[in-house]
Every structure is written in structure tokens, then in C-alpha cells.
């Protein structure tokens, strides 16, 4: 099995849908926060995925995580910029998103995943818990909204499966 393309396939079905379609040519224009929040968000997914795969989670955990990592992200989008700011950019920040995704994924099917990896995961785990243990915003708290982001995140862990098992 080609272990990159299936992180790769794997990676796209992780993400989270974009409203927007043009990339940033000037990093000067993305906000640093965003970027480390979605890079979190992504190598956490990548550790469910990988977790899941190696029966370390179960499906629920697995789920779990991934759904409170997209929260993380959209949460930091939410309180640190506006929806043209998002619209503009959603493709970049989704396309950091895959990279670590990838990244996590590549690292463990190839024997290469280090303390020091384990260590940049922990630090984001720590910012994670810092804002989901704040008020979300506004646009977040509903139950419909949070239904919603579930249902996403749950669908896109259900592709995940699919394309996993079609590549054995």
C-alpha cells in the first residue's frame, strides 16, 4: 500500500469545508494564530487517525478528537478574525491543515515518529484545552451549530474509513 497517497487521501478527507477560494500569496496576510491552531488541529487529527488505525482509539475516541480539534481551529478563527478575512484565506489555512495531517501520519508509518514530535503534539494540546476551556464564540454556542461541526466531523472520519479500507 502506498503509505504517502494514503495519508494524502486521508488528510483531504479531514478537512474542514472552505468558503473561499483564493490562496494568499503574502504570509504577511495570514494570521499566526490561525496558522498554529489548524497546524494543531491537523497533527491532531493525524493522531486519531493514526491512533485509530493502530487500535490505540476506538472509533468514538478517534471521532472525539478530531471533533474537538476542528472546534479548537474554528474557535481561534472566530475570535481572531472576520469572515472575509477566512473567506479570503480558507484554502491556505486548509491546505496547513492536510500538511499536518500528512505530516503525523507519514512520520508514524514510517518508524519516524520521535519524542520531539510527541513534544510539538503536547503543546498543542495544551493551547487546545486553553480555548475550549474559555466561553466559545458567539456563533459556536448554539446546539444546532455544535451539531453541525459533529456531524461534519463525523462524516469526515466515516470518508477517512472508506478510503483506508478501498486502499488495502
Known sequence: ???????FL???AMLVPSTGSAQSDDLADLNPDIIAAVNCAGSLAGLAVT?????IYNEER???LIY???IYAIAVMF???????????ADFYEEIQV??????????NNGDYAWEDQYEIDKCVARMVKVLSSPLPEPMTSEE???SFRQQSDARFGLMQEIFKAME
Open 1 to 7: 500500500m502506498n503509505k504517502p497517497l494514503v495519508a
Open 99 to 108: 500538511d499536518a495531517i500528512d505530516y503525523v501520519i507519514n512520520r508514524t
Open 145 to 147: 451549530a455544535r451539531k
Open 51 to 55: 491512533n485509530y488505525f493502530s487500535d
Open 68 to 70: 474537538g480539534a476542528n
Open 79 to 89: 475570535n481572531e478574525e472576520d469572515g472575509a478575512h477566512m473567506s479570503k484565506h
Open 10 to 12: 486521508i488528510g483531504s
Open 62 to 64: 478517534a471521532k472525539d
